[in-house]
Nanobody, 124 residues
């Protein structure tokens, strides 16, 4: 059974930083693309960033490119999202997900397992 558990969310002032983590189990972690999505209140879930199984390739949404870095440690079965220069509009629940597809999938329905989410709130 695949399990994804996010952590690291919290309350931060605009301009600050947070690092999210996603601990995975139940799947050969290094074989699968992983991604971060987010969902703000009243909005649809949106893609944030993805990373290939090896960690050698990454892909970002335009809204976070240059401010966020996705990474993974396959020895620890853990993925990360370092978020810098946070903005009010980054406030959302952040989810990690995994897909058997290659890097490039950015629609939620291509991801077969999801974590429970971690809240990120950016204040002014």
């Amino acid at each position: 059974q695949v399990q994804l558990v996010e952590s690291g969310g919290g309350l931060v002032q605009a301009g600050g930083s947070l690092r999210l983590s996603c601990a995975a189990s139940g799947r050969t972690f290094s074989r699968y693309t992983m991604a971060w999505f987010r969902q703000a209140a009243g909005k649809e879930r949106e893609f944030v960033a993805a990373i290939s199984g090896s960690g050698g390739s990454t892909y970002y949404s335009n809204s976070v490119k240059g401010r966020c870095t996705i990474s993974r440690d396959n020895a620890k079965n853990t993925m990360y999202l370092q978020m810098n220069s946070l903005k009010l509009e980054d406030t959302a629940v952040y989810y990690c997900a995994t897909t058997p597809d290659g890097l490039g999938s950015s629609t939620p329905n291509r991801f077969d397992y999801w974590g429970q989410g971690t809240q990120v709130t950016v204040s002014s």
